[in-house]
């Protein structure tokens, strides 16, 4: 698999940061959630997956640069009262 930078919102590099790979998928780096309640909230966590915290922000503008039509994601992850929500 290969990977290319798609964008960060920390300096120097550091993460959080987001990755396209070869094989349509994109790939966070970032520092791992150890919360013991907010890993509590996960879903169905298999072996070798782990949870990684990235900023809205990040998200929305990588969104509107790779994403066709990408002016509309601003919206793309819209909130209610400050919690996420799937439906705008």
Excluded: K, W
């Amino acid at each position: 698999m290969r990977m290319r930078f798609l964008g960060s919102t920390s300096e120097a590099g550091a993460c959080p940061t987001l990755y396209e790979t070869d094989r349509g998928t994109i790939v966070v780096q970032g520092l791992e959630v150890t919360d013991a309640e907010a890993l509590a909230d996960l879903r169905d966590v298999l072996p070798g997956e782990t949870a990684v915290e990235v900023p809205r922000e990040l998200i929305t503008e990588i969104a509107r640069r790779v994403l066709p039509g990408g002016g509309g994601a601003a919206n793309a992850f819209p909130t209610s009262g400050g919690t996420p929500s799937a439906t705008a």
